[in-house]
């Protein structure tokens, strides 16, 4: 299960990276831009939770996101709080970028079919969701 997965996840990250490739952007940065435009002013730990990417790539990438001038952090209520946003260089690259992923993810739909489309959707959500939960009760 896991190999069929990461080989199809490699598959779909290429599918993605070669539609963003014009733009100098990588799917890995472009979820990134997502995820925060979405959840607001998440910290890194949020993040890293809503993408399920561990630390270390996370803190990789957002400084390449930081020193390309898309990623700010500022202090949240706790001092110890670092709190991530787009800077509106990261909100223009976003917007900049989403025509060309919507272009992918609608040429993909279309090859799988609209209900092939919702049922992987489904199951992949699903897997995360199930996993996630047995990870925080390892964890305890």
Known sequence: MCANVRRAARALTQ??????????LTITQFTILQAI??????????????????????????????????IGKHYGADRRERRLRLTRAGESEFNRAVPNW???????????????????????NDTTSILAEQANLDSK
């Open 37 to 70: 435009s979405l959840a607001g002013e998440p910290t890194q730990g949020e993040l890293g939770e809503i993408l399920a990417m561990d630390s270390t790539t996370l803190t990789r990438t957002l400084a390449i996101m930081s020193r390309n001038g898309w």
């Open 15 to 24: 599918h993605y990276d070669e539609a963003l490739r014009p733009l100098g």
């Open 102 to 124: 919507r272009s992918a993810q609608e040429t993909l739909r279309e090859r799988l079919g609209r209900r092939r489309w919702d049922d992987l959707t489904m199951l992949i």
